[in-house]
């Protein structure tokens, strides 16, 4: 037991299997708004 978590347990790794794959969404969102973002700029300030 991990601060009252059972490891093992299936329960556990789906909600830890959801968490990081709305990380991983939530993270390539962010790279595409900023990318939108940076293409409306002149190209001496995308960096």
């Known amino acids: 037991m991990f ?5 093992s347990s299936a329960a556990f ?3 830890f299997g ?4 709305a990380n991983i969404v939530l993270s390539g969102d962010n790279a ?3 990318a939108m973002a940076a293409a409306a ?3 001496e ?3």
Do not use: E, T
Not at 3 to 7: A, H, N, P, V
Not at 18 to 21: G, R
């Open 3 to 7: 601060f009252g978590l059972d490891l």
């Open 13 to 15: 790794w789906s909600a």
């Open 18 to 21: 959801s968490i990081m794959l």
């Open 32 to 34: 595409v708004v900023i």
């Open 41 to 43: 700029l002149p190209p």
């Open 45 to 47: 300030q995308r960096k």
